[in-house]
């Protein structure tokens, strides 16, 4: 059995202890992010308990959760969206908001808005208490993801594309809503169902029914892509906090985690996926 030490709050290896990389009581793990730890402490476990099962009498394709973690948005197929008071665990507010499916749903970083996209092409900004507060865009094409910025200035969305001769991952301004910057690097007819910022707000990452994950900066007309495809549409896409690694799933059944540098190619700076 190791020696152990308590300083405070925190256990602390002590200079005898054991280390291990699998779960053992009384033993301790080391991470690079996290630091030391101890090995099966109850501070240690995840616990989950079942607070509410809500009803929503629809699917449910969209859903976020604000940043104080007190509210929670869902997008539905019937084209309602529905507000969760998290501290109750109980629905506070339904609201028609789109005539067909809400696809996307986000909350802003500081709270206050969240967004929407519908299949029936529209994006828009509702307070965090439910009220419309504007309408960013109106397409042909349907939404089927949205994102905002990190600092909340900007969205990224992604659509089913209705002309098969065009494509267009579309960055948009939210305060006085525009278009910034069409991306056409998924190629045209090819439908983006993921959309990511990269934690820099300086670019995003993208992927869909070319099955492909696309990594584009802003101010740069080169997007780069990962070497190998999925084999199957690309669908969801997660990037780390600190733009270590990004992760794609697919309907393939597969996940691709990549690990991310910044390098430099002439006079760019741009994300790379090794």
Not at 16 to 39: C, E, I, M, N, Q
Not at 152 to 157: P, T
Not at 186 to 196: F, I, L, M, P, T
Not at 211 to 240: E, M
Request: hydrophobic share 40%; glycine share 10%; with cysteine.
């Amino acid at each position: 059995m190791s020696k152990v030490e308590f300083a405070g709050s925190d256990w602390i290896p002590a200079k005898d202890a054991k280390w291990t990389g699998r779960w053992k009581s009384g033993y301790f793990g080391y991470h690079p992010d996290f630091g030391v730890y101890r090995l099966g402490t109850c501070d240690q476990r995840l616990q989950i308990r079942l607070l509410a099962t809500l009803d929503m009498e629809s699917p449910v394709p969209s859903i976020s959760v604000s940043p104080a973690g007190s509210n929670l948005v869902v997008g539905l197929y019937s084209g309602e969206i529905v507000l969760v008071d998290l501290n109750s665990v109980l629905i506070s507010k339904k609201i028609p908001a789109h005539s067909r499916r809400v696809w996307a749903v986000d909350f802003s970083p500081d709270g206050e808005r969240f967004v929407s996209g519908s299949q029936d092409g529209r994006i828009k900004i509702w307070s965090s208490d439910g009220e419309e507060m504007q309408v960013v865009a109106e397409m042909e094409d349907r939404v089927t993801s949205v994102r905002f910025s990190p600092d909340g200035a900007m969205l990224v969305s992604g659509p089913k594309i209705a002309d098969p001769n065009r494509a267009a991952v579309r960055v948009w301004r939210v305060d006085s809503p525009s278009l910034v910057a069409n991306f056409t690097h998924h190629g045209a007819g090819k439908n983006v169902y993921a959309v990511e910022w990269l934690p820099d707000g300086k670019g995003f990452v993208s992927g869909g029914s070319d099955k492909r994950v696309a990594c584009h900066l802003l101010d740069d007309d080169l997007p780069l892509f990962q070497s190998d495809k999925h084999a199957g549409t690309v669908t969801c896409i997660a990037v780390h906090p600190r733009g270590k690694w990004i992760a794609s799933g697919a309907w393939s059944g597969t996940i691709k985690v990549r690990w991310t540098r910044l390098c430099r190619r002439g006079h760019s700076r741009r994300f790379q996926l090794p």
